[in-house]
């Protein structure tokens, strides 16, 4: 099992900056692929960036390329996401997923943070 806590969450202005945290514990971080989801009001999940063990060859999705930026420390087990150059089309609750290296998909996912941005 992992438990994973994000935090960092807030309101913002468009243009400004927010970073993300998620903790994780209960199992072997190194192990684990770590992404970042959103899901706006009444809309799907949605992927938003993904590392590896490594921390190389980081994956985004298109509308946040060259905003933000995700990576992980794997002596505390955390990965954060540095968001810049904020828009009103992020706010959303923004979701801290594991993925272990012998798995399909993200089996262990955090409570959420809300983003919000105004314009």
């Known amino acids: 099992q992992v438990q994973l806590v994000e935090s960092g969450g807030g309101l913002v202005q468009a243009g400004g900056s927010l970073r993300l945290s998620c903790a994780a514990s209960?199992?072997?971080?190194?192990?684990?692929?770590m992404g970042w989801f959103r899901q706006a009001p009444g809309k799907e999940r949605r992927f938003v960036a993904a590392i590896n063990w490594s921390g190389d060859n980081p994956l985004y999705t298109d509308s946040v390329k060259g905003r933000f930026t995700i990576s992980r420390d794997n002596a505390n087990s955390a990965v954060y996401l540095q968001m810049n150059s904020l828009k009103p089309e992020d706010t959303a609750v923004y979701y801290c997923?594991?993925?272990?290296?012998?798995?399909?998909?993200?089996?262990?996912w955090g409570q959420g943070t809300q983003v919000t941005v105004s314009s």
């Open positions: 997923a594991a993925k272990p290296l012998a798995g399909t998909g993200y089996d262990y």
């Open positions: 209960g199992r072997t971080f190194s192990s684990l692929r």
